[in-house]
């Protein structure tokens, strides 16, 4: 990607193309200047041939015409020169045509026949073709295809014998045939789906003479033999071999002595494996919710056949809000039973892809960050994620660092300049001294040892050095922050004078610049650095842009064009790698052997800096991240979380799962007949199952991608594992968009760009791919990407992936891999919650919800669970606020929910307490959590689902029904005015009001209560208890609510005090004058015994 650093803008449908120059004042290149010779037909470049000269079409006048041009004459046309009118002569590579057989030059049977080394059939070779004819010749898909006469059966001459691909035609006469080996045995490890299904793309039998013998052509026995002598070769290369000492000690001098040789076994090893939770902690889980179940059982048929007569509303309601809660609770506990945890071994990783004096074979991997306002995503706090992915161990030329800029930001594209050139200094530091994290800010702040394991003794000067590089670092990027806060009238301009394409944010063209990983771009010890890309995809007026997710298609489609690695991390730019070896971890799992095929991602735990020691508003997310995704591992993987997550690339492109072959059944025939009568209709019976399960592996069989088996090194023989299964029936063209270069990448189940492909051609169709209107009419956000529908698109995503068969695995290395910062403050935090309800709403109320979506695919039952419990829990809010009303409504009333209690009941509810207890402390055993973070999930669950769920119901109802959008700003990411400056810095909102007034209400109803036990006497006190424990329930839940709202602050907003005692007063007074447990009978009236005569 030589571009000499310049910046490409343009727009496929405005038909508009530059290249800004920022060395050079106020210059704009066209694309014609990064191309070689033109086409005087078509107007594409002419393609370079593998000698590095132009292709010549015309030796006479040499006439620029580009090849498909070239043999679409020869075919179709006059078959001479434009300019000359010379017959065009057969260039090698070209099929032949009608007349070239009185030219006897050349003979191009190399290349015409060879079907074991360029098999036209080869979904790589298909990729190539069709890439460079959109790269060099814009003619669309069909122009990189073979067309020639030679394809169809109508051209076959009856006297030469055909190829029958090792099968006997009866057609055909004994002396014509002629035996080939299948196509599909060129290449072993490049299995891909076959692109194309329409009928005239059919190979059928190819022709050749039979004067000449099959040796000319490389097929027999004598290719046979050099083939598996080839795979002989590379099995001795690969095994290695290990002496044991029950050999009986001789050394006959034949066999290598190689201390190294046991390491190179162990590489042979599975690279991960399951850590089953113990059985003494695992079964008393188990057996207690089975318990706790039956207990459920007893207490509900108490409560509802013991209704409160005189409170017969407070019973009921209570009674609907109880049956909710159990509803609620076995969609979450059940998912939990199968917790496991992952033991991944880097060393049998590199012991395996990485050899010595060989080039590394780790798979690439293209990294994802997304930004979109610089002002509340600081843009330093950007550049220190970008910084850790430059500086990650690994391989560099397999590590490509995207940056989204979703808003087209001038601030964010100087700041990654910036950062391009600090990471020059700062990668080679990290490499040198192998230091932890890699994000410069977090690196220079942390409190520890810093020369703990450091010999080297430069180290010191360096890291003095380096740490007053990054602060003059942080003074630029701080001036740019400054400079950024007032806009010029005219926009900004670049430093040639250029006018910055993203000064209308609404409506600018496609951006992509590339700072590093081009030519000449080295770091300062002159090493190559990984490449850093900016994007900003196009965006017009009238157009749907699908917010995160429509910005990360855009991503994958424009990696896929200039870098194409076969897997992706996507992270939020506060997520910094905080675990340089975070992509061996994942690699672990995604290129092993025996399960890495079926993984589809790799979803790492959040972690969290800058939150308090107490996590006020449990922003840490322990149980969730350390329990429940520990139980989902164990059926089919843990949910997408939105970062931190690895992704196979073929997964996202709504490819089903490979599925593997079931070994046929076994038959014996020496049973009796009447024995095998009895089995005949068993399997009679068998027939109807086997037809419905045809039906529904139809639809999934309909965009399965095609994975064909192993090749010779893993199967039997190397015969039967070179079949494939058929094509796909689903046009590409309708799933992928209209870009012929990006369906050659999708064909690439290993990755990788062709060869032939130019930077300005590659550039050129990046700009298209991410064009506003590029996925119209396509599967983009339907099943192809991340999916749109709902804001938390992470969780839909992850859904359908599940559903086409996949499953994901959890990593929780010992170092946290990723770190973030989160809003620590309690309305950030409340309206953090708010979207992800309202996306969960979203999911729940469309088609993709997993109560009726998804059945009859590969969505396991204890998955859907959790998926249902992820789109219901916002339901909870309802029931929620209306069980922690209760308690002051019966304090204010002297009511209870609960008739006076028997010895049975007490039983049943100090059973139901018990369990519940006793449920809660094995997980906080077998998942490493403390009760501390356990009871401040507990409290933000009241808090949250009183607040924020509620709003999120409201708001997805109106959204859904009466299409009322709602916007969300993004939520600020940290402060700068001391360490936890911005937990005490209070934001209006509108979700404080629902808990300050249950806050209120339950305060006021202690305290009538407790008045009216004390006017009344010692008799009142004893029911007194049960609605005294109910409320301070409800007011300890509450607590860190009442802490936030009261803090450090002066004094609570005189707003939030004065609607939620306005509330809490009109509610009361409402009550009192409008009791419906009084009665209705009226004012009792006694004569009076005086005689007032």
Sequence with gaps: ??????????????????????????????????????????????????????????????????????????????????????????????????????????????????????????????????????????????????????????????????????????????????????????????????????????????????????????????????????????????????????????????????????????????????????????????????????????????????????????????????????????????????????????????????????????????????????????????????????????????????????????????????????????????????????????????????????VHPTFVRERRAMKREYEEFKVRINGLVAMAQKVPEEGWTMQDGTPWPGNNVRDHPGMIQVFLGHNGVRDIEGNELPRLIYVSREKRPGFEHHKKAGAMNALVRVSAVISNAPYMLNVDCDHYINNSKALREAMCFMMDPTSGKKICYVQFPQRFDGIDRHDRYSNRNVVFFDINMKGLDGIQGPIYVGTGCVFRRQALYGYDAPVKKKAPGKTCNCLPKWCCCCCQSRKKSKKGKSKESKKKTKSREASTQIHALENIEEGIEGIDSEKTSLMPQIKFEKKFGQSPVFIASTLLEDGGVPPGATSASLLKEAIHVISCGYEDKSEWGKEVGWIYGSVTEDILTGFKMHCHGWRSVYCMPKRPAFKGSAPINLSDRLHQVLRWALGSVEIFLSRHCPIWYGYGCGLKPLERFSYINSVVYPLTSIPLIAYCTLPAVCLLTGKFIVPEISNYASIVFMALFISIAATSIIEMQWGGVTIDDWWRNEQFWVIGGVSSHFFALLQGLLKVLAGVSTNFTVTSKGGDDGEFSELYLFKWTSLLIPPTTLLIINIIGVIVGVSDAINNGYESWGPLFGRLFFALWVIVHLYPFLKGLMGKQDGVPTIIVVWSILLASIFSLLWVRINPFLSKGGIVLEVCGLDCD
Aim: glycine share 6%; hydrophobic share 35%.
């Design 1 to 454: 990607m030589d571009l000499k650093g310049r910046l490409v803008a343009g727009s496929h449908n405005r038909n508009e193309f530059v290249l800004i120059n920022a060395d050079e004042i106020g210059r704009v290149t066209s694309v014609k200047e990064l191309s070689g010779q033109i086409c005087q037909i078509c107007g594409d470049e002419i393609e370079i041939t593998v000698d590095g000269e132009p292709f010549v079409a015309c030796n006479e006048c040499a006439f620029p015409v580009c090849r498909p041009c070239y043999e679409y004459e020869r075919r179709e046309g006059n078959q001479a020169c434009p300019q000359c009118k010379t017959r065009y002569k057969r260039i090698k590579g070209s099929p032949r045509v009608e007349g070239d057989e009185e030219e006897e030059e050349f003979d191009d049977l190399d290349h015409e026949f060879d079907f074991g080394a360029n098999d036209p059939r080869d979904p790589q070779l298909i990729a190539e073709a069709v890439l460079a004819a959109r790269l060099n010749t814009g003619r669309g898909l069909h122009a990189g295809l073979i067309t020639s006469p030679e394809m169809e059966p109508s051209s076959l001459n009856p006297d030469i014998p055909l190829l029958t691909y090792g099968q006997e035609d009866t057609g055909i006469s004994a002396d014509k045939h002629a035996l080939i080996i299948p196509p599909f045995m060129g290449r072993g490890k490049r299995v891909h789906p076959v692109p194309f299904t329409d009928s005239s793309m059919s190979l059928p039998p190819r022709p050749m003479d039979p004067k000449k013998d099959l040796a000319v052509y490389g097929y027999g026995t004598v290719a046979w033999k050099d083939r598996m002598e080839e795979w002989r070769k590379r099995q001795n290369d690969k095994l290695q071999m290990v002496r044991h000492e029950g050999d009986g000690g001789s050394n006959d001098g034949d066999e290598p002595d190689d201390p190294d040789l046991p390491k190179m076994d162990e590489g042979r090893q599975p690279l991960s494996r399951k850590l089953p939770i113990s059985s003494s902690r695992i079964n008393p889980y188990r057996m207690i919710i089975l318990l706790r179940m039956v207990i459920l059982g007893l207490f509900f048929h108490y409560r509802i056949l013991h209704p409160v007569n005189d409170a017969y509303g407070l019973w009921l309601t209570s009674i609907i809000c109880e049956i909710w809660f159990a509803v609620s609770w076995i969609f979450d506990q059940f998912p939990k039973w199968l917790p496991i945890e992952r033991e991944t071994y880097l060393d049998r990783l590199s012991l395996r892809y990485e050899k010595d004096g060989k080039p590394s074979e780790l798979a690439a991997i293209d990294v994802f960050v997304s930004t979109v306002d610089p002002m509340k995503e600081p843009p330093l706090i950007t550049a220190n994620t970008v910084l850790s992915i430059l500086a990650v161990d690994y391989p560099i030329d397999k590590v490509a660092c995207y940056v989204s800029d979703d808003g087209a930001a001038m601030l964010t594209f100087e700041a990654l300049s910036e950062t391009s050139e600090f990471a020059r200094k700062w990668v080679p530091f990290c490499k040198k001294f192998n230091i932890e994290p890699r994000a410069p800010e977090w690196y220079f702040a942390q409190k520890v040892d810093y020369l703990k394991d450091k």
